[in-house]
């Protein structure tokens, strides 16, 4: 993630939504990957450093999102909020505050996607090849599953709880659980969907995570009925990548975005060189191992659990350098063919606790 500035020359974050050095208000940019300062006034149309946006509805009216359109734009949400199919039920006072988490994470994920010239497009504009989130939390006629099918990824709002997401974490033995590590993975089980089987790159993917034609359903049965086995590292990024080759891409993608968005941090700080997108894949595997040595050092000296509870054994290194090439050819190929497609009309998030889903993929 890169560190911005604001004009009045001070240090601004992603997350912010008004500077604490001048008191300006801050939108993100997202077709520009920038920052802006900016003065509301009664009209609808702010100036930025890049010309004129307007707030994103959900930052104007909702206040769970710091993105900018531009001012042109005949959407109401911003990049990342028209995306989402389904949101909490807001009557519900708890379920707001665990939406700005959610809402968060999301952005980071799709600033992720973006930054990696990733094409994002939204299920509203493409019904068969785009992106969708339901966001939601659980009730009493319907149990949320956190998952992906055919481009919708469901997220139980529980996840957003920090409290909730440490019990789940500590009751599946993981070594790590977070939002955006849930968003990383869904949206890696999507990827898969454009990445491998739409070329029909079944054959090179299955040479190294397997046959994803296994059962899926009695795949994950027995992975949570059998408990961790204590080899899974040796092949491995995680206990449930060793579920089945879809979850094993899928966790794979995430520790990607990890490695991406971590050290494009670390360069902005001057913890690491040469900027990544000049570096070669073994480049970057140097540079990460030699980061989260002392990322995780670093958390010791405070106390502190480890932040990179993982290791990157060679099988597992040959399986992130086939993520590494397949986002680099789609990267090619986006830009050969971008995928702007103009919607037929806007999108607009319902709020709603009563659509059920099937999920293919957890
Ligand atoms: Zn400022
Ligand atoms: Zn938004
Ligand atoms: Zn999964």
Same mark, same amino acid.
């Given at each position: ?14 997350? /912010? ?50 993105? +900018? ?5 005949? !959407? ?8 989402? /199919?389904?949101?909490? %039920? ?70 957003? !709880? ?7 974490? +500590? ?26 089987? %739409? ?48 979850? !094993? ?20 700080? $001057? ?11 073994? $480049? +970057? ?20 659990? !480890? ?56």
């Amino acid at each position: 993630m890169r560190v911005f500035q604001c004009e009045c020359g001070a240090t601004i974050f992603f997350n /912010n939504s008004m500077c604490l050095s001048c008191s300006r208000e801050l939108g993100f940019l997202p077709d520009q990957l920038d920052m802006s300062a900016f003065t509301a006034d009664a009209s609808d149309v702010i100036e930025t450093k890049h010309g004129q946006y307007r707030k994103c509805a959900n930052y104007s009216r909702e206040g769970v999102c710091n993105w +900018l359109l531009p001012a042109s734009s005949d !959407d109401e949400l911003c990049q990342a909020c028209r995306l989402n /199919n389904v949101i909490p %039920d807001l009557n519900e006072p708890a379920n707001r505050e665990l939406w700005q988490e959610t809402e968060l994470a999301k952005r980071r994920l799709i600033y992720s996607l973006d930054s990696l010239g990733l094409p994002v497009l939204a299920k509203a504009d493409d019904a068969e090849h785009g992106l969708a989130f339901d966001i939601k939390a659980s009730t009493e006629s319907e149990r949320v599953l956190t998952g992906h099918a055919d481009g919708l990824i469901t997220l139980n709002l529980s996840e957003a !709880d920090a409290a909730q997401r440490e019990k789940m974490r +500590l009751s599946l033995k993981e070594r790590y659980r977070t939002l955006l590590g849930h968003f990383r993975h869904e949206v890696g089980h999507y990827f898969w969907d454009r990445l491998v089987a %739409d070329p029909g790159k079944h054959e090179s993917f299955r040479a190294l995570f397997g046959d994803e034609r296994a059962d899926y359903a009695e795949a994950l049965k027995a992975h949570y009925s059998k408990g961790p086995n204590p080899g899974f590292y040796q092949e491995f990024i995680s206990h449930y990548a060793a579920s089945h080759p879809w979850e !094993d891409f899928a966790e794979t993608f995430a520790h990607y975005l990890h490695m991406m968005d971590t050290l494009e941090t670390a360069e902005q700080y $001057g913890f690491a060189t040469p900027p990544r997108s000049t570096r070669d894949f073994e $480049g +970057l595997m140097t540079e990460w191992y030699r980061l989260t040595v002392a990322l995780n050092s670093l958390n010791r000296s405070m106390g502190l659990p !480890d932040a990179y509870p993982f290791s990157i054994t060679p099988p597992v290194k040959e399986k992130v350098r086939f993520v590494h090439e397949l986002i680099r050819n789609a990267r090619a190929a986006a830009k050969q063919t971008p995928v702007k497609a103009k919607p037929a009309s806007s999108p607009t998030q319902t709020q709603t606790q009563t659509q059920t889903q099937t999920q293919a993929q957890a």
